[in-house]
Antibody, heavy 119, light 107 residues
Framework: QVQLQESGPGLVKPSETLSLTCGVSGYSISRGYSWAWIRQPPGKGLEWIGSVYQSGTTYDNPSHKSRVTISVDTSKNQFSLKLTSVTAADTAVYYC????????????WGQGMLVTVSS | DIQMTQSPSSVSASVGDRVTITCRASQNISSWLAWYQQKPGTAPKLLIN???SLQSGVPSRFSGSGSGTDFTLSISSLQPEDFASYYC?????????FGGGTRVETK
């Protein structure tokens, strides 16, 4: 059974960098698939942030204007998100997910982690 | 970006009712559409991909249809565990985008 778990600080100050890691168990990242970050502001809808292949190739949502870095560490079976220059608008539940590229959808999700941007 | 518009934004229904949710894409996405169910405080769960392909383990009362720009998710006989929010997502082109969601509430 594929399982994903987000970890990282739950509180980040404005203008600083949000850093999250997603640990994957039950499946080796190096076998394939893409791995994604998705967020959901409180009471709002879902937004895809970006995805990374096991090779390290990334593709992301241009709406974040190059603030996003997604990387993968196959030796630790995890992938990470960095979002720079955060503001209150970046407050959200952040989910990591397995991105089934051939189907274009997200078939396994982490439980989600609330990250609040506040001084 | 492809805009995904869901309607209605909320629907009140009773157990046993048939519920239909619509998702419209701002341009042709062929059958590159997925549906998710989300209950409060939990992650979304993939129900359907490729517009009509039911994920393993998803009850057969759920069905999806459509292609091009217009899609529907139907629940043939609403069960107590189906009260939740539902989201569509286009997978045709980057950036991947979601609809605004439909909340299925108790009448």
């Amino acid at each position: 059974q594929v399982q994903l778990q987000e970890s990282g600080p739950g509180l980040v100050k404005p203008s600083e960098t949000l850093s999250l890691t997603c640990g994957v168990s039950g499946y080796s990242i190096s076998r394939g698939y893409s791995w994604a970050w998705i967020r959901q502001p409180p009471g709002k809808g879902l937004e895809w942030i970006g995805s990374v292949y096991q090779s390290g190739t990334t593709y992301d949502n241009p709406s974040h204007k190059s603030r996003v870095t997604i990387s993968v560490d196959t030796s630790k079976n995890q992938f990470s998100l960095k979002l720079t220059s955060v503001t209150a608008a970046d407050t959200a539940v952040y989910y990591c997910a397995r991105h089934w590229k051939s189907g274009g959808c997200f078939d396994y999700w982490g439980q989600g982690m609330l990250v609040t941007v506040s001084s | 970006d492809i805009q995904m518009t869901q309607s209605p934004s909320s629907v009140s229904a009773s157990v046993g009712d048939r519920v239909t949710i619509t998702c419209r894409a701002s341009q042709n996405i062929s059958s590159w559409l997925a549906w998710y169910q989300q209950k409060p405080g939990t992650a979304p769960k993939l129900l359907i991909n490729a517009a009509s392909s039911l994920q393993s383990g998803v009850p057969s009362r759920f069905s999806g249809s459509g292609s091009g720009t217009d899609f529907t998710l139907s629940i043939s006989s609403l069960q107590p565990e189906d009260f939740a929010s539902y989201y569509c997502q286009q997978a045709n082109s980057s950036p991947l985008t979601f609809g605004g969601g439909t909340r299925v509430e108790t009448k």
